[in-house]
């Protein structure tokens, strides 16, 4: 028989700081490896306060331990610390650089499921040949780079500003690998006939819904309507209200299911509900008050059928706003994760995924039900699967989308502003494109502005503006902190088929 111990971690103490960061970053990957070699460290050596920012992996036995720490405070502990370790995380590594580190960095090893590929062991290993990493590889070397830096601490620091900027180190660093290089040329595939009836894939649409009985039998409409050749399966998701039985259909090639969300409350848990439900390798979303063009679904599906290793593909939409309709279209054909950083990309909107469910189920995971209120869940699932490979998109419209007052998200500023803080603090690498963590900041400080906070709005104003001074967002929310209505500001936006 074995004695069985319980893990005590030491608790963080933030009026502490430590001699050594370790961070692990936001992956949803365990990385448990590098927690095992830093808590050996400190258990060898009592007298130094080693910190370990685990993210998702076991905590620590001895070192101090916290999940997750807000990006401010993760910075003043390292600029703090002797010493700073981190995996082969782009974010975490500039971030170690602009707080004055030259950072000590142990890259994700896919093989051993800490990660979905070897994009960090080729990052970390060019950042190795620049000088601007020191990568170890085993225990040994940590614990040897370590002494090395609390012994020689001026081999181990940088200059807070001679990288020039987060982005411009990164870039050149490496070009950040697969993460912020141009998009990649469309993949090549031999022409394939389109296939005849029977070989089309069959497909199952997410419908989520609650409280709009009438919008959503005119989405259903357009999802029975669609020119495709194959089966489609409508889930009907109710999330927070009772489900509709008559809505349910038996018909042989577009038959529809009726149930309850019974996962979290909100549209992440009424998406995975319907995912989890489905039985196809194809799963689309639509929301209920949105109506699928005839085309939608067959140009899609054909995608899908001639370029095998595309996961997901999206299309562009048709925005109506008291009686005005405005086509929204992106006009290139492959979406990369450093394009999804950059900008929302407004056109690759959820009623338009057409998604292979084994990459959700199997690779990156279902729709987040961590984000508060479900608001960007769609976004942040785009960040996910852009990851894994560049995202699809066909250049034409697919969808027409109905933005009104009875949007789920209408007047929730409180909950659209937590929301955004914790896309900031999931996704570090929004550090390293300034556009892009300012369009964020922008979008925070007028949710900020529209609830009545203004000192917030205020400071989430000068962050905006402190990343990209010709963010207009900031003038925006300003607009509103002076006493604009901001139900006036997104009336004006959403003529336009914009929004903030």
């Known amino acids: 028989m074995t004695e069985q111990t319980t893990r005590t971690t030491p608790l963080y103490d933030d009026r502490l700081h430590p001699d050594v960061v370790v961070s692990l970053g936001t992956d949803h990957h365990r990385f448990d490896r590098l927690v095992r070699w830093a808590d050996d460290y400190a258990r060898r050596n009592r007298d130094l306060r080693v910190l370990v920012q685990y993210g998702h992996s076991s905590p620590p036995e001895r070192a101090a331990g916290t999940a997750f720490l807000a990006g401010e405070a993760l910075g003043e502990h390292m600029r703090a610390a002797r010493a700073v370790v981190t995996h082969g995380g782009p974010g975490t590594i500039v971030q170690a650089r602009a707080n004055g580190h030259l950072p000590i960095v142990v890259a994700r090893d896919p093989e051993l499921d800490e990660h979905v590929d070897d994009h960090q062991l080729l990052f970390v290993n060019r950042l190795e040949e620049a000088g601007r990493v020191r990568a170890c590889s085993t225990p040994q070397q940590l614990a040897a780079l370590i002494d090395r830096a609390l012994a020689s601490p001026d081999d181990f620091r940088v200059r807070p500003g001679e990288d020039g900027g987060p982005e411009r180190a990164a870039r050149r660093a490496g070009e950040l690998i697969d993460l912020l290089t141009e998009a990649p040329e469309a993949p ?176 990156c995971g279902a729709v987040s039900e961590e984000i508060p209120g479900s608001y960007a869940e769609d976004y942040e699932l785009l960040l996910r699967m852009a990851r894994r490979g560049p995202i699809r998109n066909l250049p034409e419209p697919g969808v027409r989308v109905l933005w009104h007052r009875k949007s789920h998200f209408a007047g929730r500023w409180r909950t659209i502003s937590t929301a955004l803080r914790w896309l900031l603090e999931r996704y570090p690498e929004f550090s390293l494109v300034p556009r892009g963590y300012a369009r964020v900041a922008g979008q925070i400080a007028f949710a900020e502005a529209a609830s009545g906070r203004r000192v917030e709005a205020l400071r989430w104003i000068r962050t905006t503006l402190r990343h990209r001074p010709t963010e207009g967002r900031a003038v925006v929310a300003l607009l509103v902190v002076c006493g604009v209505p901001a139900g006036w500001v997104l009336r004006a936006l959403h003529l336009r088929g914009k929004g903030v």
């Open 188 to 363: 090549r595939t031999e022409t394939v006939a389109a296939p005849v009836r029977g070989d089309w894939p069959e497909v199952t649409v997410v419908v989520p819904t609650r409280d709009r009985p009438e919008l959503l039998r005119r989405t259903l409409r357009g999802i029975r309507e669609q020119e495709y050749p194959g089966r489609i399966t409508t889930i009907v998701v109710f999330d927070n209200d009772q489900p509709d039985a008559s809505l349910a259909e038996d018909d042989g090639d577009r038959p529809v299911r009726v149930v309850a969300n019974t996962l979290t409350p909100g549209l992440a848990g009424a998406r995975n509900t319907g995912v989890l439900a489905a039985d196809t390798d194809l799963v689309a979303f639509c929301d209920d008050d949105d109506t699928w063009l005839p085309d939608k679904l067959r140009s899609q599906a054909l995608v899908m059928i001639t370029e095998p290793e595309t996961e997901m593909v999206c299309c562009g939409i048709r925005v109506v706003y008291d009686r005005v309709e405005a086509e929204r279209v992106l006009d290139r054909t492959s979406v990369t994760f450093g394009d999804l950083l950059g900008s929302r990309l407004t056109e690759l909107h959820p009623s338009t995924f057409l998604i292979r469910r084994r990459a959700m189920i199997d690779g």
